[in-house]
């Protein structure tokens, strides 16, 4: 091994610790960010359980080899950030694709979401999708709506046949 691979592969190991269990990375071109504004995706990111770190595309490239992320190796070209969580598998995209809304500062490239890799032409459709909270919210709503309509019916023919 060379002296530039020793001095390599620890951060090839820190990536793929990185990437171990984790539920989604996501590749972000970071063209025109400011470092307030970086500081200030930074701290949303982390505060979201998402770790965004900035890496050379060679180095990233040997550490998503042979994993389920591997299909990112495509898209590592230009500036690149990887955005990671364990935990709510879309919240790297929405919240990058939220920041971006701000201007033309991040670009989502592409990433990998619980184990399927989607392409730039279909990661900003990935960042559409609600956290799991709001869709889980969502869900019990409209099923407590037919719930209370019913029981309210139920209570109104109790009343009826009363009276």
Known sequence: MSKGEQLKAPIVQEISELLTGATAAVLVDYKGITVEQDTNLRKELRTNNVTYRVYKNTLLNRAVKDTVFAPL???LSGRTAIAV??????????????FDKKGDMVALKAGVI??????PDKINAVALIPSREILLGRLFGSMKSPITNFARVLKQMAEKKEA
């Open 85 to 98: 969580t364990k935990a709510d598998a879309t919240a790297p995209a929405r919240i990058i694709a939220n």
């Open 73 to 75: 190796a495509e898209n």
């Open 114 to 119: 619980e184990g399927t890799y989607y392409g």
